[in-house]
Every structure is written in C-alpha cells, then in structure tokens.
C-alpha cells in the first residue's frame, strides 16, 4: 500500500440506510476516499445485538453492501466487506473487553438507550458493543473514523482503551480521530424532530431511506413536523426547521446563513418543496446505480470477497502484534 491515511467506517445491517446514515457518514466516506485508503465495513457482528430474522438479515446485509457502493464508493480501489467474514474483529474484541471497565462501558449513552427500549432483551453483547467497535477501528490502524455525532462518545471510549493498552504493552496501536461534518452529523426525525433520524423507527414518516423514490420523499418532507410561527431561521426552539435546513445546507454544501438567505420570505410550503427536491436530485444516481448493481450478483460478490481476503491480510497483522506483546505462544 502507498503512505496514504487510513480510514475505517461501518453502519449496522438494520433497518433501512436513512439519509441520516448518509449526511452523517456516507457522503463524507464518498468525497474522502480519494485522499486516504479506506475500509468500509457491513458491521454485521454489531446488529445481533438485537434480535434479526435470519433471512432478512441475510437480505439487508446485501443490499447495505450494495448501497454502499450505489453511492459511490469504490470497491475496488477500497476495501469494502462484510464484519463477519474477517474473525479477527471478534479476537480482538475479546482481548480489548479485558482492557475496558464495566464503569466506562456504563456510561455510553447509546446502552442506556438501546437498554430501555429492548428491556427484555438486555444482553451482553448489547453493553460490550462500543469494545467490539474499537476493535474495529484498531485493527486496521486506522487514522480516521468519519461518523455522525452519535458515535463520537464510542470513539473517545476507543481512543482511551488504545491508550491504555498502549501505556502497557508500547506502541501498539494508532489512536484514531473522529471526522464529524459540520452539517448533518445529527439529522433528526421528520416526524419529532427533537429526536435523531433513525433507521428502525416504526413510523416510517420519519426517516428517509436513500432508497425511496421522488413521490415518496416528497410526501414525507410535505409532512414534515415544523411549528406555526411561519418564519424559515435557524433558532433554539424551531427544531423541524432547523433540521430541514441542516439538510439543505449538507446537500448544498452551503452554510446554514445561506441556505435561511436564500430562503427569506418564503413559506413553510415551497421551502419544503425545494428541500425535498434538493434530496431526490442528491438520492437519484443512488437508486439508479442500486438498481443497476442488483442486476450483477457476481460482481458483487466477487467485491466483497476480495475485501475480506485484504482486510483479513491486515487484521491479522495487527492481531499477530498483540499476540506477541501479550505472551501468546507463536503460531
Ligand atoms: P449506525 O449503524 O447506527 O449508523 C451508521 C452511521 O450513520 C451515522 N448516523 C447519523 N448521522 C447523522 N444523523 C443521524 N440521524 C444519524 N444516525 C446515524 C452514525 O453516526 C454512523 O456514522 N456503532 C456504529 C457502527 C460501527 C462503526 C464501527 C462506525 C460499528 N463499528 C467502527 C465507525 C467505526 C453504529 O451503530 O452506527
């Protein structure tokens, strides 16, 4: 490989990839993945967590993988692979858990969600799931982790468990940085819009999967939650529009202060007409190009097989270096 950086980035196999998914990591993997060698993982060791339909969750495992792709990144200059075909990530999720305290791993906020929505379904892997994710991350020795805001609490908990493995063994492992955009780190639901955009919400009004078609993102921004003073700025208090304008200006590109001049004086109505435009013209190449891919099976596989034979080559590298600091016998 050249001197280029290295990034790692992965979204769980479930529910459906939301424009959330996308602001927040995908469109960030797709514009830096020039610059940098880059690995991006179907994190399908993650999404048991929860329990899955096996012959849905082989389906959506696909179908993530390909829209990965549909978005335009490449999987063959990249590596791009499914979590589960790469064993190293569960190894040295087992290692890093005897590094990583119950106090710390209590304190993430996402246990404490996920934990009172699935109260009858509060397993192990459900609390460890942030060591499993450094594990991700340190296996590749990875520079940089582009992610929405929601996971920076799990990557300074990754960062602090590299540090401490470090501070023991020596140089072992890269301490990673977050790469969290300015805009549309947190998206937040249509529908309540006071809380994040998110892949398994039951009200499907809620979200925007990149997979929807123009008719349906049109109704679903038409009801959009916003609130009755009828004014488009960007203030505490005026979350559906704040929102609706944090996506405009990541799609744009374009500053919040932009995106509220350009919009000065107009109604609730248009503005949310030409946000949802904004998305289906940014969406349409991905729903073209996925559709393309389903038609290719075998070149799909043939992309993630490739992937896990090079990410298995550079996992094992890393976990033969742990092996030795930590006094296992050589293979
Ligand atoms: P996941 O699958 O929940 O989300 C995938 C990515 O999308 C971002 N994201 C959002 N960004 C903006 N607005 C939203 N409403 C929104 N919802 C989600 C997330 O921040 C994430 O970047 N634990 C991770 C998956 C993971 C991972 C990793 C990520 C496992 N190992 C290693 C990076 C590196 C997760 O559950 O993301």
């Known amino acids: 490989m050249d001197d280029k950086k290295i990034i790692f980035s992965g979204i769980?196999?479930?529910g459906c990839i939301t424009l959330g998914n996308y602001l927040g990591a995908l469109k960030n993997w797709v514009n830096l993945q020039k610059d940098y060698n880059c690995i991006f993982s179907v994190v399908d060791l993650h999404s048991i967590t929860v329990r899955q339909d096996p012959t849905e969750l082989r389906k959506r495992c696909m179908s993530f993988l390909m829209q990965y792709?549909?978005?335009g990144i490449d999987g063959e200059e990249n590596i791009v692979y499914f979590q589960s075909h790469v064993s190293a990530?569960?190894?040295?999720?087992?290692?890093l858990n005897c590094y990583t305290y119950m106090g710390e791993l209590?304190?993430?906020t996402q246990f404490k969600d996920k934990s009172s929505k699935h109260a009858d379904n509060i397993n192990a892997g459900l609390f460890t799931y942030p060591v499993l994710m450094a594990a991700d991350i340190l296996l590749y020795q990875t520079d940089l982790v582009p992610v929405g805001?929601?996971?920076k609490q799990h990557l300074e908990l990754c960062c602090d468990i590299a540090k401490r493995f470090n501070g023991v063994y020596g140089d072992v492992f890269k301490i990673p940085q977050g790469y969290i955009p300015k805009e549309g780190a947190r998206v937040m639901s249509l529908q309540d819009p006071t809380s994040k955009m998110s892949k398994s919400d039951p009200n499907v009004n809620g979200f925007i999967s990149i997979l929807d078609d123009a008719d349906t993102i049109r109704r679903k921004f038409k009801r959009a939650v916003t609130d009755s003073d009828g004014e488009i700025a960007?203030?505490?208090?005026?979350?559906?529009?704040?929102n609706l304008l944090s996506i405009y200006s990541a799609i744009t590109n374009q500053t919040i202060d932009e995106s509220v001049n350009e919009f000065a004086g107009l109604g609730y109505g248009v503005f949310k007409e030409r946000v949802a435009e904004a998305v289906i013209e940014e969406l349409r190449p991905v729903r073209e190009k996925y559709d393309e891919l389903s038609k290719n099976k075998d070149y799909i596989k043939q992309i993630y097989t490739e992937g896990a034979k090079r990410a298995n080559y550079?996992?094992?590298?890393?976990?033969?270096?742990i092996h030795r600091k930590l006094g296992y016998v050589d293979r």
């Open 89 to 95: 990530h569960a190894e040295l999720s087992w290692i």
């Open 106 to 108: 209590s304190r993430m």
């Open 234 to 242: 960007y203030r505490e208090g005026k979350d559906g529009i704040n």
């Open 314 to 321: 550079l996992a094992s590298k890393t976990l033969r270096k």
């Open 149 to 151: 805001i929601d996971q």
């Open 12 to 14: 769980q196999p479930t």
């Open 69 to 71: 792709l549909a978005c």
